[in-house]
């Protein structure tokens, strides 16, 4: 059996695998504020995968862990993480392996959701596409001639700190203007308290006085027809297509398979973002392209990090 676990900036999700990929548990715990805290909270996690499946810790083979942020994945440690300002050249898989007592593989985070889909979604026609994960963060990955491309040092594809305002606004990874600036959750809850301003009479705001506004707030009711929802998601959408005309430009993919959370209300931003591309694309990029989102976005990620555990070890 085997673990994945994907580490993002809100939550730390696990799951407990045989090698063929059936799930045998499924666990989510908030993200702690610390990188002993992080160790603590996946090592805790495990625990409970193992305990909800009835099974021992000792028959856990191996554990993948998909991470945010630069990584150095031979040293096995965490260099940074612009939505976890704590980490910094944390050894995550020395620790975790002294911890858990097995074997543990570190790997990019959306590299694990881009490995996910490629095992448990329908992706395998497309020889040439692009993973976009859209959440507290924007990670991606790519499958170049049906080969994951991950960089030098594992850390290729951090779309969502390529430039899309070169004068914009100020991100925690130290430079201007990502694209996760305008396209991630926390950026959908600065959009929406902006466009709130000019209209305090949509229900938004009235559920904004008793609990906190999130991009889950916004899609419930972008799904009752508020139009101040369905307004930020209309404008939500065109930052996401910005981002991806610029990897249409340049990877020229067969498809661009959305996941992450914020891709569960992809009916509302799939078809803006396809305006954009097909405004903002080089001709002859864009005709048979495909945006898809993936079926199952919270899992998808833990099943790519699993898998990377799979692959790592002999059977």
Known sequence: MFVGIDIGGSKIKGILTDSSGKELSFREITTPGTPNEIDDGIYQLVESL??????????????????????????????????????????????????????????????????????????????????????????????????????????????????????????PCGNRGCWERYASGPAMVELAQSLLKKNRTSSIAERIKKEPLTPLMVFEEAQNRDDTALAIFNEYAVYVGIGISNLVNIFNPEAIILGGGLSRAHKYIIPGARQVVNERSLKGFKGNLQIIPVQDPSKVPSFGAAKIAINSIPQ
């Not at 009835?54 to 993480?81: C, F, H, N, Q, Y």
């Not at 976890?84 to 995550?92: K, M, R």
């Not at 026609?125 to 170049?144: A, D, E, F, P, S």
């Open 50 to 171: 193992a305990t909800s499946a009835s099974v021992s810790k000792i028959d856990i083979m191996g554990v993948g862990i998909g991470s945010p942020g630069p990584i150095d994945r031979e040293k096995g440690l965490l260099l940074t993480a612009p939505n976890i300002p704590s980490v910094s050249n944390h050894p995550i898989v020395k620790n975790m392996e002294a911890l858990t007592g097995t074997k543990v593989f570190l790997e990019n985070d959306a590299t694990v959701a881009l490995i996910g889909a490629w095992w448990k979604e329908n992706v395998s026609k497309y020889r040439n596409w692009i993973m976009i994960t859209l959440g507290t963060g924007i990670g991606g990955g790519v499958i170049i001639d049906n080969k994951v491309y991950t960089g030098q040092s594992g850390n290729a594809m951090e779309v969502g700190h390529m430039t899309i305002d070169f004068n914009g606004r100020e991100c």
